[in-house]
């Protein structure tokens, strides 16, 4: 079936840091690629999304690549800050539902 | 556009006593909600697939009788759990796609969930 594999955290990382959250995805069919974000006590919140190889989502700050090649869908960040301080879930999109990574904690101290 | 609106944000019962949880589209007509399920340091577990006018269709493992499904409009889905055990307390969110007809490679609007805790 889908699945979605995503590093597991928590990272912890110094303000103004270099962000990267591995995420490599089953290569069945041409799915959308999403980076959703939670904060604490909250629901999830759309961060990025990419729909076909080679297309870059962007928000924020926050990029990712859809690479068909390796199956990645990899997050960065140039520079993190304490506010982004979350959890970061890798989803899949498919036919009946979106298949999401185990999620990845990132904590910021300043 | 395309929010999500779940209440309760929290609630608190009793062992026994059933509980009932919103999931609201505001500004669009949602044919499909999902509800999920998410455990402490855990990733989101579907619970089941939530369609207007007909019945939920529920994943493997899930009790269909013990967490009840209601879409009974197209802004409105409901999940009931019903005789609350203290091992029903999670985090459940629901979510919809934001366009009638899109499949799911479009993503989801979520909501904000809902904390059980069940004494």
């Known amino acids: 079936g889908n699945s979605v594999t995503q590093m597991e955290g928590p990272v912890t990382l110094s303000e103004e840091a270099f962000l990267t959250i591995n995420c490599t995805y089953t290569?069945?069919?041409?799915?959308?690629l999403f980076w959703y974000v939670q904060y604490p006590g909250e629901g999830l919140q759309l961060l990025l999304k990419?729909?076909?190889?080679?297309d870059k989502g962007s928000n924020k700050g926050f990029e990712a690549t859809y690479r068909k090649e390796t199956t990645s869908f990899h997050l960065e960040k140039g520079s993190v800050q304490v506010s982004d301080s979350a959890v970061y879930f890798c989803?899949?999109?498919?036919?009946?539902?979106?298949?999401f990574g185990i999620g990845t904690k990132l904590q910021v101290i300043p | 556009g395309a929010v999500v609106s779940q209440h309760p944000s929290w609630v608190i019962c009793k062992s026994g006593t059933s509980v009932k949880i919103e999931c609201r589209s505001l500004?669009?007509?949602?044919?499909?909600m999902f509800w999920y399920r998410q455990f402490p340091k855990q990733s989101l577990m579907l619970m089941a697939t939530?369609?207007?006018?007909?019945?939920?269709?529920?994943e493997q493992g899930v009790e269909k009788d013990k967490f009840l499904i209601n879409h009974a409009s197209l802004t409105l889905s409901t999940l009931t759990v019903t005789s609350a055990h203290p091992e029903d307390s999670s985090f459940y969110i629901c979510?919809?796609?934001?366009?009638?007809?899109?499949?799911?490679?479009?993503?989801?609007?979520f909501g904000s969930g809902t904390r059980l805790t069940v004494v």
């Open positions: 939530s369609n207007e006018g007909s019945k939920a269709t529920y």
């Open positions: 990419a729909t076909k190889a080679d």
């Open positions: 500004d669009f007509q949602a044919t499909t």
């Open positions: 989803a899949r999109g498919g036919y009946q539902k979106v298949t």
């Open positions: 979510s919809a796609l934001p366009y009638p007809g899109q499949t799911t490679n479009y993503g989801y609007t």
């Open positions: 290569a069945t069919g041409y799915p959308s």
